[in-house]
């Protein structure tokens, strides 16, 4: 055993894999165990593929007032340690996921799912007019950028969101969807480099 939290059913808890990727899941969603059973294999309960590993895990307060009080610290394997305040940090993500998706929509004709509504800080769910999001999605990735048409916190999933479908957005225009994650490595910039990338890969597709 490497690390032991103390949690209620409904606390969120973090899961910090060795991609850089982060994913968030409900900690009654976690299988429940006697104290002599080996547990279940992360890789049947988060979207991990076979090069990933789980590096570390914290529970995350749900009240983003708490936010303030609370620190992130990351360790290197090459020995090199920081903390990050967690309030600047979810602040950092939210205003660099802000700046793409306004830089998209004054350049390309899109709609952003959920705009106007209370939604997760770090995604974003771009429907794009007229284009095919696996076409878009393989073209990024020759471009050195990884998203997604699934739901999964993973890069290059290939089938449409099973949470569009369950929204009724119409089958017409589900096809058009792809998902962009930012993280805890997400540095100020990125947010309009990363818009420059997907407007030069529409441009480069039209």
């Known amino acids: 055993m490497v690390q032991t939290l103390s949690v209620n059913t409904h606390t969120s808890v973090l899961f910090f894999s060795t991609q850089g990727m982060v994913y968030k899941l409900k900690a009654w969603k976690i299988p429940e165990g ?31 007032s708490e936010f303030k009080d609370l620190n992130i610290i990351f360790a290197t394997a090459k020995g090199k340690i920081r903390k990050n305040s967690l309030e600047k940090e979810v602040e950092l993500i939210e205003n660099e996921k802000a700046l793409f998706e306004n830089e998209l929509k004054e350049n390309i004709e899109l709609r952003v799912v959920g705009e106007n509504v209370e939604r997760l800080c770090h995604i974003s ?26 739901s999964a916190c993973a890069s290059g999933a290939q089938k449409p969101s099973h949470v569009l479908k369950a929204m009724n957005v119409d089958e017409q225009v589900i096809n058009n969807h792809l998902r962009f994650s930012f993280g805890w490595n997400t540095q100020k910039g990125d947010g309009i480099k990363s818009a420059e990338i997907v407007k030069k890969t529409i441009k480069e597709l039209l």
């Open 125 to 150: 769910n771009i429907q794009f007019k007229n284009i095919n999001s696996e076409t878009l999605m393989v073209a990024l990735d020759l471009n050195g950028m990884g998203v997604s048409r699934g």
């Open 34 to 64: 006697s104290a002599s059973s080996r547990g279940k294999s992360l890789y049947n309960i988060l979207p991990l593929k076979n090069h990933q590993s789980i590096s570390s895990i914290m529970p995350l307060p749900e009240d983003k």
